[in-house]
């Protein structure tokens, strides 16, 4: 039997003359009110679309050259070849709900086809993705309590190994007497008893010392990786602090010596502004910031309470799951290398996870409460990165305050020194890769420059996943290829070859 758009069509083997009954029978169907007219035209187009010569006894749906049309006017070939048919809403009124009404109308693809998958939502999907993922954990964790049991010991909250940190707390207390350095120098700079050369030599020398240091102070003690790692971010920090200091002021100073006035005024140097500076979330130097208006004291509680949780997470897993698989495992560059890819991939897992966390423990929460005490009003700290389609991309949005820094006082000035873009990328990355080897390197009391060949390993990176991005034009592609090389590879390794290298240092010293 044909199928129509007609609720009671008729079989082809039925009469011509029942058929033109029924179009009768339906054109008088309409009810006398408002709508009659509204209801008249819907049948008539209706039985129009019957066809008055069905030819065979079949009966026609359309024309298909008026069908090709429609799709070619709006550019839309494929639908004219799966053929639009009329909806539902096109029915007579009174035979929607009848039991010869038609309920494939038109030709719709499947969810999941090629076509329509990613004009779905897939929020279920998400949340089983979400339900699974906590299922397996717990699994997970129930598992190695069962099999080790709580592995975490009263050394976790409190070592005695951290009394003979002291030095490393004495160095952290006077750090901040370069910023007063600093000050000074730029307060004869403005008053103009020393020349520019001589302040740029002098800037040098204090951002050098920044460094220098606590550098000496970690070499000399036999101080943990952990307090190290402290202080040595807490000297990183002071000393890009220190640079932009220095190169905005002499922005300033420069701009107001020109003859274009309208481009900045000297405000002169404020101490009270430097010491703002240097405590604020920020490492770029500026005279003035946005500010808020008040201290939302409940929110401040509230964060502060979420960072004891997730750094007592991070805590958890690596004592629980990290610590006990690089303890069961050998150096990465030594022996099988079957066995060495298990590891890394069976570290990869709880490495994510405590990088996760403490991500959203510095750049989310401290950084956060630290804008609030202070009244910090620009708070990007950190963009999208997790959608990143390119490295290129992650290592722009996922540390928004070095970012602006390298952005203002390298990436640019190199840039309008006639530097090619190229050029001026690795040297960003360089000068990233000398800071993330001392963050590193000089805590472990490492010098094989792991992390310096691990961020320089990034320029290739950002080519290899730049060209995936224009071959496959598929933002999907680009950010796996990020999440494997930087999450599943790359950490793991990295924690993987400085722990070996840190036992057997220990063991050549014992």
């Not at 709580?150 to 707390?169: A, E, H, N, V």
């Not at 070095?402 to 040297?427: E, Q, S, T």
């Not at 680009?478 to 999440?483: D, Y």
Request: proline share 5%.
């Amino acid at each position: 039997m044909a199928v129509s758009k007609n609720p009671e069509t008729l079989a082809p083997d039925q009469e011509p003359s029942k058929a033109s009954d029924l179009r009768r029978r339906l054109a008088s169907s309409a009810v006398p009110d408002s709508s009659s007219r509204t209801s008249s035209s819907i049948t008539e187009s209706w039985t129009t679309a019957l066809g008055e010569d069905s030819g065979a006894g079949a009966v026609r749906i359309g024309d298909p050259k008026d069908q090709i049309g429609e799709a070619n006017d709006i550019g839309e070939k494929k639908k004219a070849c799966l053929g639009d048919r009329v909806g539902r809403d096109e029915v007579p009124v009174g035979f929607v709900d009848r039991p010869s009404a038609p309920v494939h109308v038109r030709a719709v693809e499947s969810p999941l086809s090629s076509d329509t998958i990613f004009q779905q939502s897939h929020a279920g999907l998400f949340n089983l993705c979400v339900v699974v993922l906590i299922a397996v954990n717990s699994r997970l964790i129930i598992e190695n309590l069962m099999k080790y049991g709580l592995l975490i010991g009263s050394g976790f909250f409190f070592s005695s190994r951290l009394l003979r940190d002291w030095p490393l707390l004495i160095c952290s207390l006077t750090l901040p007497v370069f910023p007063l350095g600093a000050y000074m120098v730029e307060k004869l700079a403005y008053k103009k008893f020393i020349s520019e050369p001589v302040v740029v030599s002098l800037h040098v020398i204090l951002v050098i010392g920044t460094i220098m240091y606590p550098v000496f102070i970690i070499l000399r003690c036999d101080s943990t990786v952990l307090s190290g790692l402290n202080l040595m971010l807490f000297a990183s920090s002071i000393c890009l602090k220190l640079v932009s200091y220095a190169h905005a002021n002499y922005d300033l100073r420069s701009s107001s010596n020109s003859i274009d006035k309208g481009i900045h005024k000297s405000q002169g140097v404020s101490f009270k502004s430097l010491v703002y500076f240097i405590m604020a979330p920020t490492l770029c130097y500026q005279p003035s910031y946005p500010q808020t208006i008040c201290i939302r004291k409940g929110w401040v509680i509230c964060q502060l309470v979420k960072l004891v949780i997730f750094t007592g997470v991070m805590g958890f897993i690596i004592e629980q799951y990290i610590d006990p698989i690089i303890k069961n495992s050998q150096h990465p560059l030594k022996g099988n290398v079957l066995y060495a890819m298990e590891r890394v991939l069976k570290l990869s897992i709880p490495t994510l996870y405590v990088w996760l966390c403490l991500f959203y423990c510095t750049f989310h929460l401290w950084l956060n409460i630290l804008a609030e005490l202070l009244h910090f009003g620009d708070r990007e700290f950190y963009k999208d990165w997790w959608n990143a389609k390119t490295i290129e991309e992650y290592w722009r949005m996922w540390n928004m305050p070095v970012h602006k820094w390298m952005l203002r006082h390298v990436y640019l000035p190199c840039i309008r020194n006639g530097i090619p873009k190229g050029v001026a990328m690795v040297i960003s990355f360089f000068i990233s890769a000398i800071f993330h080897e001392l963050c590193i390197g000089i805590p472990c009391h490492i010098f094989k420059l792991w992390a310096f060949m691990g961020i320089m390993f990034q320029v290739p990176l950002v080519i290899l996943t730049k060209y995936l991005q224009n071959k496959f034009k598929n933002a999907m592609v680009g950010n796996m290829v990020f999440w494997f090389f930087f999450s599943i590879y790359g950490q793991p390794m990295c924690v993987l070859l400085y722990y070996h290298d840190v036992m057997n240092r220990k063991v050549g010293t014992e």
